[in-house]
Protein backbone atom coordinates (compact mmCIF):
# COMPACT_ATOMS: atom_id res chain seq x y z
CA UNK A 1 0.00 0.00 0.00
CA UNK A 2 2.63 2.51 0.68
CA UNK A 3 4.82 2.14 -2.30
CA UNK A 4 1.21 3.08 -4.65
CA UNK A 5 0.44 6.02 -1.87
CA UNK A 6 3.83 7.39 -1.75
CA UNK A 7 4.39 9.09 -4.93
CA UNK A 8 0.76 10.99 -4.57
CA UNK A 9 1.94 12.23 -1.22
CA UNK A 10 5.37 13.89 -2.73
CA UNK A 11 3.22 15.33 -5.70
CA UNK A 12 0.92 16.56 -3.01
CA UNK A 13 4.14 18.31 -1.20
CA UNK A 14 5.87 18.96 -4.42
CA UNK A 15 2.85 21.15 -5.42
CA UNK A 16 2.08 22.86 -1.95
CA UNK A 17 5.67 24.10 -1.90
CA UNK A 18 5.28 25.42 -5.89
CA UNK A 19 1.73 27.21 -5.14
CA UNK A 20 2.95 28.62 -1.41
CA UNK A 21 0.24 26.50 -0.14
CA UNK A 22 1.34 26.58 3.25
CA UNK A 23 -1.88 24.24 4.77
CA UNK A 24 -1.47 22.12 2.05
CA UNK A 25 1.66 21.79 2.78
CA UNK A 26 1.68 20.79 6.51
CA UNK A 27 -1.90 18.55 5.65
CA UNK A 28 0.39 16.17 2.82
CA UNK A 29 3.71 16.67 4.98
CA UNK A 30 1.85 15.65 8.57
CA UNK A 31 0.10 12.50 5.94
CA UNK A 32 2.66 11.32 4.87
CA UNK A 33 5.06 11.21 8.45
CA UNK A 34 2.26 9.01 9.78
CA UNK A 35 2.87 6.48 7.04
CA UNK A 36 6.31 6.88 7.54
CA UNK A 37 6.55 6.56 10.85
CA UNK A 38 4.21 3.33 11.21
CA UNK A 39 6.93 1.54 8.91
CA UNK A 40 9.36 2.99 11.35
CA UNK A 41 11.46 5.25 8.86
CA UNK A 42 11.98 7.17 11.27
CA UNK A 43 14.75 9.64 9.78
CA UNK A 44 12.64 10.12 7.18
CA UNK A 45 9.53 10.87 9.52
CA UNK A 46 11.95 13.42 10.78
CA UNK A 47 12.49 15.39 7.54
CA UNK A 48 8.62 15.56 6.91
CA UNK A 49 7.94 16.63 10.18
CA UNK A 50 9.98 19.88 9.86
CA UNK A 51 7.84 20.10 6.30
CA UNK A 52 4.62 19.88 8.40
CA UNK A 53 6.13 23.00 10.52
CA UNK A 54 7.61 25.17 7.75
CA UNK A 55 4.15 24.16 6.86
CA UNK A 56 2.53 25.35 9.82
CA UNK A 57 4.70 28.05 10.43
CA UNK A 58 4.11 29.34 6.75
CA UNK A 59 7.97 30.03 6.11
CA UNK A 60 7.71 27.83 2.56
CA UNK A 61 10.81 30.08 1.67
CA UNK A 62 12.38 27.60 4.13
CA UNK A 63 11.30 24.39 2.57
CA UNK A 64 13.27 22.00 0.52
CA UNK A 65 13.15 21.41 -3.25
CA UNK A 66 12.79 17.75 -4.22
CA UNK A 67 16.43 17.64 -5.07
CA UNK A 68 17.59 18.66 -1.39
CA UNK A 69 20.05 16.51 0.15
CA UNK A 70 17.86 15.16 2.89
CA UNK A 71 15.21 14.33 0.61
CA UNK A 72 16.99 12.18 -1.95
CA UNK A 73 16.23 9.17 -2.59
CA UNK A 74 12.43 9.19 -0.55
Known amino acids: ?3 VDYPGHLQQID ?3 A ?3 AKQ ?3 AAHSFRGALSILHFNRAAQTFSELEG ?6 LAEAPS ?3 PSLAGI
Open 54 to 59: LGISGE
Open 15 to 17: AAI
Open 25 to 27: LAE
Open 66 to 68: RDC
Open 19 to 21: EGD
Open 1 to 3: MFA
